[in-house]
C-alpha cells in the first residue's frame, strides 16, 4: 500500500494554483458578461413647413418640436423643427471567451 | 448572510442613483435656471407631496375625490415650484418639476427597500430577504431608467411618453392653440373635408395636461355632433413585442389614475360617439426617457394609422376629435 504523504509547501502551492484559477474564473466571466457600450446621439430634423427642404442636425439645448429657426432655403417659408430623436447605437465590447 | 450581502451591495448602488439624481436636480435649478437656494429647494420637495389615496370601501363618488385630492397636489406642486422660482419661464418651470418629481420617487422606493431589507434582518425573517433578494435587480434596472430621465427633462427632449403629443403635433403644425383646460390646448384644422379638432397639453414644457377634461368640454359645446373620437398614447409593451409597434383598439388610451379617462368614457356613451384608440409601444425605461428612433418611428406609422381611421370610417363633413395623450416636454 502507497502512503500520501502531502507535506506542508506542496499543500500551499495547491492552493495557491486553485485560488488563482478561481480568480482567473471570475474575471473571464465578469469580461464575458460586460454590459455593450452605448453611444446615443440626439438629432433635430429641421424641416420646410412646405416640405421641400430637410436636414437633419444635432440636438441643442433650446430645441424642440415646432420651433421656428428661419427660412427655408429653397422656398422662403418657415423653417421648423419636425422631430427630435436619439439614435443609438449599441458596441458590443470584445469577449475573450 | 449571502442574500444580505447581496441586497446591501444594491442598496448601496441604489443610494448612488438618489445622490446623483438629487445632483442633477440641483445642478440644473442653480446653473441653467440660476436660482440660489437650489439644495433647500429639492431637499424640502423629496420628502413632501404624498398623497393618501381616497377611502375605497364606500366607492360612491370615488373618481371625484380623487380627482380632487390630485388636483389639490398638483396646485401645491406648482404653488411651490412658482414661490421658489418665480422668474423661469414656465415651460422650464414644467420640467424642474419632473426632475423633482423623478428624485423624490427614487428617494421613496430607495427607503422602502432599506425598510423591507431592515426590517427583515430585525427579525431575523428570512423569508422576507430572500424575497427583497429576488426582486431588486429587475428594481436597480428600472431605477436606472429613472435616474437617466432626469436628463432628458432637464434638457428639454421629447421622452417616449411624448409620442401622443407629437402625432397630435403631426396634424397640427404650428397652427393656432386655444386653451381648452388646464395645460391643455386644441387647434381645429381641416382634414381630407373633416374637421379635426386636436386636443394635445400645451408644450414645449413636461405638461400632460387635463385631456379628458378638454374632450368632454369640447364634445359638449359641439353638442355631441361629432362623429368619432380618436385617443393615441404611449402603451407598455409585453416583453418581446418589438419597441415602435402601433396597435388599433376601442376605448379611451390613456394611462391616468382615472379621472381623465372616465371623462372620456362618460361623454362618449352619453353621445354614443365610438371611441378609438392607438397605441405606440414601448418598455417603461423607454417611455420615460429619451425619444428613440424606432419609437419616432412608431409615431410615424401611428399618424398614418389615425388618417387611416379617419378616411375609413368618417364622411367628409363629419367632426372629430383627436387627443395625443402624454407628456408634451420638447413638443410646442
Given at each position: 500500500m502507497i502512503k500520501l504523504q502531502i507535506d506542508t509547501v506542496t499543500l500551499l502551492i495547491m492552493t495557491l494554483v486553485l485560488l488563482f484559477i478561481y480568480i482567473m474564473f471570475t474575471v473571464i466571466k465578469e469580461l464575458s458578461t460586460k454590459k455593450p457600450e452605448v453611444r446615443r446621439r440626439t438629432i433635430a430634423i429641421h424641416s420646410c413647413i412646405n416640405n421641400d427642404y430637410e436636414i437633419r442636425k444635432e440636438f441643442k439645448i433650446?430645441?424642440?418640436?415646432?420651433?421656428?429657426i428661419g427660412k427655408c432655403p429653397r422656398c422662403g417659408a418657415a423653417l421648423i423643427i419636425k422631430a427630435i430623436y436619439t439614435e443609438v447605437e449599441e458596441r458590443p465590447t470584445k469577449s475573450i471567451t | 448572510m449571502r442574500w444580505s450581502r447581496f441586497i446591501r451591495s444594491k442598496l448601496a448602488y441604489i443610494e448612488t442613483l438618489v445622490t446623483s439624481s438629487r445632483n442633477k436636480t440641483i445642478q440644473f435649478i442653480s446653473?441653467?435656471?440660476?436660482?440660489?437656494?437650489a439644495e433647500e429647494i429639492v431637499n424640502n420637495f423629496i420628502d413632501n407631496f404624498f398623497v393618501i389615496e381616497p377611502?375605497?370601501?364606500?366607492?360612491?363618488d370615488i373618481i371625484r375625490r380623487l380627482e380632487h385630492l390630485l388636483n389639490v397636489r398638483d396646485t401645491k406642486i406648482k404653488a411651490y415650484a412658482e414661490k421658489f422660482?418665480?422668474?423661469?419661464p414656465k415651460e422650464l418651470r414644467y420640467n424642474a418639476i419632473v426632475a423633482l418629481e423623478i428624485t423624490s420617487v427614487l428617494n421613496s422606493v430607495y427607503k422602502s427597500l432599506r425598510h423591507y431589507f431592515l426590517l427583515g434582518i430585525k427579525h431575523n425573517n428570512w423569508a422576507l430577504v430572500m424575497q427583497l433578494a429576488l426582486i431588486i435587480p429587475q428594481l436597480v434596472k428600472e431605477l436606472e431608467g429613472y435616474h437617466r430621465a432626469i436628463d432628458s427633462f432637464t434638457a428639454g427632449k421629447p421622452v417616449g411618453d411624448s409620442a401622443g403629443p407629437l402625432v397630435a403635433f403631426n396634424f397640427i403644425g404650428l397652427s393656432e392653440r386655444r386653451p381648452i383646460a388646464e395645460d391643455t390646448v386644441y387647434s381645429v384644422v381641416d382634414f381630407e373635408g373633416r374637421k379635426l379638432y386636436v386636443i394635445k397639453a400645451e408644450?414645449?414644457?413636461?405638461a400632460v395636461g387635463k385631456p379628458g377634461e378638454a374632450v368632454a368640454r369640447i364634445v359638449e359645446e359641439l353638442k355631441g355632433r361629432v362623429a368619432r373620437i380618436i385617443t393615441v398614447d404611449a402603451a407598455l409593451k409585453l416583453e418581446g413585442e418589438e419597441s415602435g409597434g402601433i396597435a388599433e383598439g376601442i376605448g379611451a388610451a390613456i394611462g391616468d389614475p382615472g379621472p381623465e379617462k372616465i371623462k372620456i368614457e362618460r361623454i362618449a356613451s352619453k353621445y354614443n360617439i365610438p371611441v378609438d384608440a392607438v397605441i405606440v409601444k414601448m418598455s417603461s425605461e423607454e417611455a420615460i426617457n429619451e425619444m428613440t428612433s424606432k419609437i419616432y418611428e412608431g409615431v410615424k406609422k401611428a399618424v398614418e394609422k389615425v388618417k387611416q381611421i379617419i378616411l375609413e370610417k368618417t364622411r367628409a363633413g363629419d367632426i372629430v376629435v383627436i387627443a395625443g395623450i402624454g407628456n408634451t416636454v420638447g413638443v410646442y
Open positions: 433650446g430645441d424642440y418640436v415646432g420651433k421656428v | 446653473r441653467v435656471l440660476k436660482v440660489s437656494k377611502v375605497d370601501i364606500e366607492p360612491t422660482l418665480p422668474s423661469v408644450g414645449p414644457g413636461a
